[in-house]
């Protein structure tokens, strides 16, 4: 299973900005992915993430109504899209699957991509 993330950069506060996690290597739609972001000086925390099985979605406290996941009809891509950016959003970005949905929410996916920057700032 491989995951690659794309999408970060600079953009000021209020501004919005689509990450996308590339997905590849599964062999059934049994999985979830969670987009995680961890900033300077702070533990990693889970943003958001999206059961296929099931197409339930979680947010964290922090970005909900904020943040959007989806995924593409072909289940390879998972995206998050991010509004109304504060600089408490600035932190590294990475998103983590598991075929176990509880592993995922738990914060410990088997598999992980790199991540990507995301800076909101003025």
């Known amino acids: 299973v491989q995951l690659q993330a794309s999408g970060g950069g600079l953009v000021q506060p209020g501004g919005s900005l689509r990450l996308s996690c590339a997905a590849s290597g599964f062999t059934s739609d049994a999985y979830a992915i969670g987009w995680f972001r961890q900033a300077p000086g702070k533990e990693r925390e889970w943003v958001s993430i999206i059961d296929f099985l099931s197409d339930q979605t979680y947010y964290a406290d922090s970005v909900e109504g904020r943040f959007a996941i989806s995924r593409d009809v072909a289940k390879t891509t998972v995206y998050l899209d991010m509004n109304q950016l504060n600089v408490d959003d600035t932190a590294v970005y990475s998103c983590?699957?598991?075929?176990?949905?509880?592993?995922?929410?738990?914060?410990?996916?088997?598999?992980w991509g790199q991540g990507t920057q995301v800076t909101v700032s003025s």
């Open positions: 983590g699957a598991d075929t176990g949905l509880w592993a995922v929410i738990a914060g410990h996916p088997r598999y």
